[in-house]
């Protein structure tokens, strides 16, 4: 353990790690706060909308970089360690081989959530306990969630995700239009206009470190965005018009994320014109901070 200089006691570090469609995360927390985060883009949920299975080759990088980041956290003194994984996972067929698998790699048990669950851990994340919602377009689901006096009144997680996205109509913007056309009539008629609204994830902190231009992504600069839905639009149609080699140029692009930012920005200028939202908050703190306040009971209204 190390010791907390500036009020003489001893840290509690706890590893969160999130297994995610397009990536794996992790988070090491202490005291209530994020000390820093690391990704390792693994592409699980990568042709599962056409097989309905997790490959064995995604598979095994996956369960390689939650094993890689689970050694690591503990060598830096973490205490305790949790797995969390969300749309790609719980959609798998063979999702229990997946599971098999981290178990005998990883010696960790993963938590699978539900839509809702990743939605509430979402927005817990982001807010608090304070009145707004959140947007979370992740690989394979998105979530709109929406919280007054702490309480949900909205929740909605929808079978479309960027990397689903790309597997089913690539970069074709007329083939995503359709598809995500179809898949956001699950959010029905509600209205979002009335709340202050935030976007978590990869897709918008990403789309945040290109309006920035970062040549180094700096969260403290991300973190607080705003990006109109006019802006979300323009965007979507030049990450579309560019070649995926033009897109992984642009300063501020995880290169890595450039084959699929095109289509997860169309689908959320697409749920922000929906729900009639004008603006969205790029948030820093997301689920991994939400996973950590529901496991160390941090939030008696979790």
Not at 82 to 110: D, H, I, K, M, P
Not at 204 to 231: C, F, M, Q, R
Not at 266 to 284: C, D, P, Q, R, W
Request: charged fraction near 25%; aromatic fraction near 6%.
């Amino acid at each position: 353990m190390v010791l907390c200089s500036a009020n003489n006691r001893l840290m509690k570090k706890i590893n969160v790690i999130d297994v995610g469609s397009n990536s794996v995360r992790l988070a090491m927390m202490a005291d209530g706060k994020t000390l820093y985060k690391k990704l390792a883009t693994t592409r699980l949920g990568e042709g599962l909308s056409v097989t309905g299975k997790i490959s064995a080759q995604a598979g095994e990088r996956t369960a390689n970089a939650v094993a890689d980041f689970k050694n690591y956290a503990l060598s830096q003194g973490a205490q305790k360690v949790y797995v969390f994984a969300t749309a790609a996972v719980r959609s798998a067929v063979n999702r229990q081989e997946f599971l098999n698998l981290v178990r005998r790699v990883c010696g960790v048990e993963v938590d699978v959530l539900s839509g809702q669950d990743e939605a509430r851990i979402g927005i817990s994340g982001a807010l608090k306990n304070r009145d707004g919602g959140i947007i979370d377009v992740g690989g394979a689901s998105t979530e709109v969630t929406v919280q007054t006096g702490g309480k949900c009144v909205y929740s909605v997680s929808a079978d479309v995700g960027a990397v689903r996205l790309f597997d089913v109509a690539g970069r074709d913007k007329v083939k995503l239009e359709k598809v995500i056309s179809d898949k956001i009539t699950a959010y029905g008629n509600f209205q979002a206009s009335a709340y202050n609204m935030y976007a978590i994830g990869g897709t918008a902190t990403t789309l945040a470190s290109v309006k920035h231009g970062l040549e180094v992504y700096d969260p403290e600069v991300v973190d607080g965005t705003v990006i109109s839905v006019n802006e979300a639009g323009r965007m979507a149609d030049r990450l579309l018009s560019l070649t995926v080699e033009g897109v992984r140029a642009l300063k501020g692009m995880e290169p890595r994320r450039a084959d699929v930012i095109g289509g997860g920005c169309l689908l959320l200028y697409s749920v922000m014109k929906k729900l009639g939202i004008e603006k969205i908050t790029v948030s820093e703190s997301d689920n991994l901070e939400g996973y950590y306040i529901l496991k160390e009971g941090l939030n008696e209204e979790f």
